[in-house]
């Protein structure tokens, strides 16, 4: 079969697996695939012993299937990463502008209603929070609060025309947000997936693993190939740098 067919034949089993089982990848999805395509070769010559000690023929004969599935599942969640998102660029253009504005409608009100303890407290009230969403509500905010009390702004030449940008920009920048967010969460849902592929194929290879290890714990020769080869070289290397590191 083909990837996609492999895919398409795995998709309702590991979309079935329990969310507390779900592992993110440890390597990358191209090494640990390539791993366990060595992996079902080199447990051919191995099939009577495998099987011998317990292991279904059939979780060797499924294990290209769900290689085939986790390389789709990986490409396109790839494709979705990297494909560019108009609302996440929107709001990456337009958002710095809008919290700069939002900073500068704060910084002038804090001076022109200095004098007048009920209104600075409003605008620190406006002024508490933090995100996205919080900037958006914080330029209706003080467009209306501005505008109901125009007097103290008058006296240090506030530039009013500010107040139509605060408020255009707090209603499309809400659009764009919802947008940009709903762009992420349709990311989110494609790499959940992948990693569902992900867990699905490495059930298979670590029980073809551990009964390797079992049945050849003596014979290193046949035990090497069902050893976590990429993990193993991703530690070493690590262990080495962090070596190097305490040794400077």
Known sequence: MSDKQDYDACYN??????????????????SAVQENENLYFWSLDDKAELMAAGLPETTIDALPERN??????????????????????EW????????????????TFRYAFRNNKQLLGRVNAIS?????????????????????????LQLINFDFTLFGTASTSAD???????????????DNEVKI???????YMKQ???????????????????????????????????KSDNNTELGE
């Open 172 to 186: 499309e920048l809400a659009i764009v947000l919802a947008r940009a967010n709903g762009e992420k969460e349709i």
């Open 13 to 30: 089993a590991f979309m079935a697996i329990p969310d507390v089982e779900v592992k993110a990848p440890e390597i990358s999805v191209e």
């Open 193 to 199: 997936t992948r990693d569902r592929a992900y867990t």
């Open 68 to 89: 085939g599935a986790c390389r789709v599942a990986e490409s396109l969640w790839k494709r979705e990463r990297y494909t560019p998102h108009d609302a996440q660029k």
């Open 128 to 152: 508490d929070g933090y995100g996205d969403a919080d900037m958006i509500q914080d330029l209706s905010d003080l467009t209306a609060l501005g505008e109901k009390n125009p007097e103290p």
């Open 204 to 238: 298979a290879a670590d029980e073809i693993k551990n009964c390797g290890r079992y049945v050849f714990w003596k014979n290193e020769a046949r035990l090497k190939g069902y050893r976590n080869i990429y993990r193993n070289k991703t530690y070493k290397k690590n």
């Open 92 to 107: 990456a253009e337009r958002s710095p502008a809008a919290y700069q504005l939002r900073d500068q409608l704060l910084h």
